[in-house]
Each structure stands twice: as structure tokens, then as C-alpha cells.
């Protein structure tokens, strides 16, 4: 055996080791630690509210995600990625999760997955955004970023007008073929949440607007000791990876005919039902 597959088999080896024994370890010292799992909207500030709940909570934070929605299910189906039904994130989060954790995620509601949020053990915070925003902060994070080769986003890719970008992460649809469901469709399936009794459920907007309402609601919701100066603070820096500055921006508004689109696929009325109209 030469050295570079040796060190490949070690590395292999400690993986396993790493994200399947010592979690098992480490519930039996910590049970007293939940996991949180900070749920939100694909582009509703995911990162941004994780990196800023890992600065003033004692819960540590090792970048890791699970996802169960719309853009997750669009890789090809010889190359499916993990944690895309509502089984392997349940798994995930009863078997693989640390004690005390920090998980981010992209997680509709699933009645299962509401049933284990119920036993206790897992916290849920859940962030939701005015979607035509979504769309828009979508459309700029995939001109500059190499996101994961879905169907999804290397559809995106090859369309060349911007106008037709736009509407095909409106409507999901290019050449007459429904790629992934429609805007509306794929956020409505995080509706449910707002009802859920174990969720607290945070909006982008309040967040930018109003950081220090949200930190109290927040430490409410944790019961933890919780620093709320430091999670305003990291709020403001606004620095995540997945953040795109306003000079960065390839689009900055949308046009009209995308948005009188989005009014005849029902958004006006998904916003009545996120509270965004009422």
C-alpha cells in the first residue's frame, strides 16, 4: 500500500469516526445540551442568523447543514444529495447531530419532522422573507457563485438573457419543461411552520430593522444564557460568505413583467399568509 492511498483509507477512517461514533460519545456526557436547528427560506439569511447566534450562545457551530427542499431535490438522480426527504433529516438530527450543535438548514414542514422537533431535544428557529426578495438575492448569489451542479442551477447557468433568468427562478420552467417547482409553490411548503407551537419564527426584515427585538425573542425562545449585545453586533457586520454587497449586485430590481408574473402565480397571497399583508 503506498502512502497516498494509506493516507486516503486514514482519512476515510476518521471521517467515519468523526460523524458517526463520537456524536454517539458525546450525548452521553452532554444530554443536557439540545441541538438547534436554524431553519430558513432558500435566501432569507441562513447564514447570516447562524453566524450570529454561534457568537452569543454557549452551542458550538461546525458548519454543517441539512436540507430538505425544492433545490436540494433537483440534482440528477444518479448523484442524489443527502438530507433531501423528510426521513434523512430526521435521521440526521436523532443519530448524527452533536449535543449542543448548531445546525443550519433549509427544511420544510413535514408533519414527521414537526413530530420530532416535539420531543425537546431539538430547538427550532425558522427565518422567513418577503419572496420576490428571496428570488432577487437568489438571482445575485448564483451570477457569483459555483453553487452545487443541480438541474436547478446548471439550467441557470446556460440561459444567457437576464430577464429569462429571472423568470425561470420565478416560474421554474425553460424550454416549455417544468425544471423545479415555481417560486410560490416551493415557499409555500414553509407555511405550516408559522403554526407550529416549538418554532419561533423570525423574519429577515426584522432582523436588519429591529436586531435587539429579535435577540430578546430569541433568548426567550432558547431559555439559554444567551449574549444579545454580541448578536447584534455580529448582525451588523452582515459579512457572511453567502452575503452580496450592494456593488456586487448583477440585479438590482425586478422588472414588471416579472413581478405582474408573480401576482398571477398567487404571491400576493402566499405574502397574506406568511403575514406579510395583513
Aim: with cysteine; net charge positive.
Amino acid at each position: 500500500m503506498n502512502s497516498q492511498r494509506l493516507y486516503s483509507y486514514v482519512n476515510r477512517a476518521r471521517t467515519k469516526f468523526l460523524y458517526a461514533y463520537l456524536p454517539i460519545i458525546h450525548r452521553l456526557f452532554f444530554k443536557h445540551e439540545p441541538v438547534l436547528l436554524v431553519n430558513a427560506m432558500h435566501k432569507a439569511g441562513t447564514h447570516m442568523l447562524t453566524d450570529a447566534i454561534a457568537e452569543a450562545i454557549a452551542l458550538k457551530y461546525n458548519e454543517r447543514g441539512i436540507y430538505n427542499h425544492a433545490f436540494s431535490r433537483t440534482w440528477p438522480l444518479d448523484k442524489s444529495e443527502r438530507n433531501t426527504t423528510a426521513q434523512e433529516v430526521i435521521r440526521f438530527l436523532s443519530d448524527e447531530a452533536w449535543q449542543g450543535e448548531i445546525i443550519r438548514g433549509h427544511v420544510e414542514y413535514d408533519e414527521a419532522i414537526a413530530q420530532r422537533l416535539r420531543k425537546g431535544d431539538v430547538l427550532h428557529v425558522l427565518v422567513i422573507r418577503r419572496p420576490l426578495d428571496t428570488l432577487l438575492s437568489l438571482a445575485n448569489w448564483w451570477e457569483r457563485h459555483s453553487e452545487i451542479p443541480t438541474i436547478a442551477f446548471t439550467t441557470y447557468q446556460s440561459i444567457a438573457d437576464p430577464e429569462e433568468k429571472l423568470r425561470f427562478l420565478l416560474t421554474g420552467v425553460y424550454n416549455g419543461t417544468q425544471i423545479w417547482p415555481d417560486l410560490v409553490t416551493r415557499l409555500a411548503h414553509y407555511r405550516n411552520w408559522l403554526d407550529d407551537e416549538n418554532t419561533l419564527v423570525l423574519r429577515y426584515e426584522d432582523l436588519l430593522k429591529e436586531p435587539e427585538r429579535c435577540a430578546k425573542l430569541l433568548k426567550e425562545h432558547l431559555k439559554m444564557s444567551f449574549n444579545e449585545k454580541l448578536f447584534v453586533k455580529k448582525l451588523a457586520h452582515r459579512g457572511s460568505r453567502t452575503f452580496t454587497r450592494p456593488e456586487d449586485k448583477v440585479f438590482k430590481s425586478l422588472p414588471p413583467e416579472i413581478i405582474e408574473a408573480y401576482k398571477r402565480l398567487g404571491g400576493p397571497e402566499l405574502e397574506k399568509d406568511l403575514g406579510y399583508l395583513n
